[in-house]
T-cell receptor, first 117, second 108 residues
């Protein structure tokens, strides 16, 4: 099966500009995650969708970050305006929904590397 | 989610077993132990998971202590391609928190 697709792979912008990332999860995966990974650190969950509803966005900086998952498939993550500290790799992951047990393995895309100058 | 503690880095000789420890002393009864790894410039890759019993698949073995407060990931015959950052995560349904992981370097 095809993996999680993300685009673009790289993006360079200046601070205060806006940027958007796109993710297409594995077909049939109801749960979609966006992570931010700063160099040298583990991924940090930004937002989790179950179909097109938000399950957890407690660590999403809502003053500048937004995400949507229309129709419960593709998702976009937007940053507006970008700050220098937003330089990171943005990872998208998806998993099947397995009700009642914590066996939902996450499959990750290759990520988008954002550099804010 | 329970907090995990892993060594920052480890070395292993090619062809030897790599044993990566993880401490999760605050794990609760319904939390699974997951292991992922991240090779440079790629997204994390699932390796294995378990609840109470030891588990084995084509990639690795997972040994969980009887009190579930720690676990060890075993790569039986490490190759140069196993050089990566290895993350141990404990979580209940849906939520997972990645720490900073262990950087495993496999040397010829």
């Amino acid at each position: 099966e095809a993996g999680v697709a993300q685009s673009p792979r790289y993006k360079i912008i200046e601070k205060r500009q806006s940027v958007a990332f796109w993710c297409n999860p594995i077909s049939g995966h109801a749960t979609l995650y966006w992570y931010q990974q700063i160099l040298g650190q583990g991924p940090k969950l930004l937002i989790q969708f179950q179909n097109n509803g938000v399950v957890d966005d407690s660590q999403l900086p809502k003053d500048r970050f937004s995400a949507e998952r229309l129709k419960g498939v593709d998702s976009t993550l937007k940053i507006q305006p970008a700050k220098l500290e937003d330089s990171a790799v943005y990872l998208c992951a998806s998993s099947r929904w397995t009700s009642g047990v914590a066996k939902n393995i996450q499959y990750f895309g290759a990520g988008t590397r954002l550099s804010v100058l | 989610d329970a907090k995990t503690t892993q060594p920052t880095s480890m070395d292993c000789a090619e062809g030897r077993a790599a044993n990566l420890p993880c401490n999760h002393s605050t794990i609760s009864g319904n939390e699974y132990v997951y292991w992922y790894r991240q090779i440079h410039s790629q997204g994390p890759q699932y390796i294995i998971h378990g609840l109470k019993n030891n588990e084995t698949n084509e990639m690795a073995s997972l040994i969980i202590t009887e009190d579930r407060k720690s676990s060890t990931l075993i790569l039986p015959h490490a190759t140069l391609r196993d050089t990566a950052v290895y993350y141990c995560i404990v979580r209940v349904v849906g939520k997972s928190t990645f720490g900073d992981g262990t950087t495993l370097t496999v040397k010829p």
